[in-house]
């Protein structure tokens, strides 16, 4: 569930309210500002199951990268050093605000817009209501 997800790790899982929708018989995530398409295993685990439409999002930090030809739009408002590493906050728009995990190395400045991927395999889905996974 998303305390216990939320409970593991460090730093803690993103976790960012959105609405299942569904266009030619496939799920995408929408989360205000994107919309993640969810490959097919996870359609079809998630109608199985019966997934209401407003969800919880979940994604671990270390399973976001920024990337030059990463997919979406971010803009950078923090990096706090962490050992390592480094946890990068992205503002996404919209109040849409997670952390990424990247190597210590990176270089990165306050207000740099820079593109993000998700490994969408990776990624957990609530019940909102009842903060149960459904994957």
Same mark, same amino acid.
């Given at each position: 569930?998303?305390?216990?997800?939320?409970?593991?790790?460090?730093?803690?899982?993103?976790?960012?309210?959105?609405?299942?929708?569904?266009?030619?018989?496939?799920?995408?995530?929408?989360?205000?500002?994107?919309?993640?398409?969810?490959?097919?295993?996870?359609?079809?685990?998630?109608?199985?199951?019966?997934?209401? !439409?407003? /969800?919880?999002?979940?994604?671990?930090? =270390?399973?976001?990268? &920024?990337?030059?030809?990463?997919?979406?739009? $971010?803009? @950078?408002?923090?990096?706090?050093?962490?050992?390592?590493?480094?946890?990068?906050?992205?503002?996404?728009?919209?109040?849409?605000?997670?952390?990424?995990?990247?190597?210590?190395?990176?270089?990165?400045?306050?207000? !740099?817009? /820079?593109?993000?991927?998700?490994?969408? =395999?990776?990624?957990? &889905?609530?019940?909102?209501?009842?903060?149960? $996974?459904? @994957?």
């Amino acid at each position: 569930n998303v305390f216990v997800a939320g409970f593991i790790g460090s730093p803690p899982m993103n976790f960012i309210d959105g609405s299942l929708v569904e266009t030619d018989d496939k799920l995408a995530i929408d989360i205000g500002p994107l919309k993640l398409p969810l490959p097919e295993d996870i359609t079809t685990v998630l109608k199985e199951a019966g997934a209401k !439409e407003e /969800v919880i999002f979940g994604i671990r930090p =270390e399973d976001i990268q &920024i990337k030059p030809d990463g997919e979406y739009p $971010a803009e @950078i408002y923090v990096v706090e050093p962490l050992g390592r590493d480094l946890i990068v906050h992205l503002n996404l728009g919209e109040g849409v605000l997670i952390r990424a995990l990247v190597p210590a190395g990176a270089q990165f400045n306050i207000g !740099e817009k /820079v593109k993000i991927t998700f490994d969408i =395999e990776k990624a957990h &889905i609530f019940d909102r209501k009842t903060e149960k $996974a459904y @994957i």
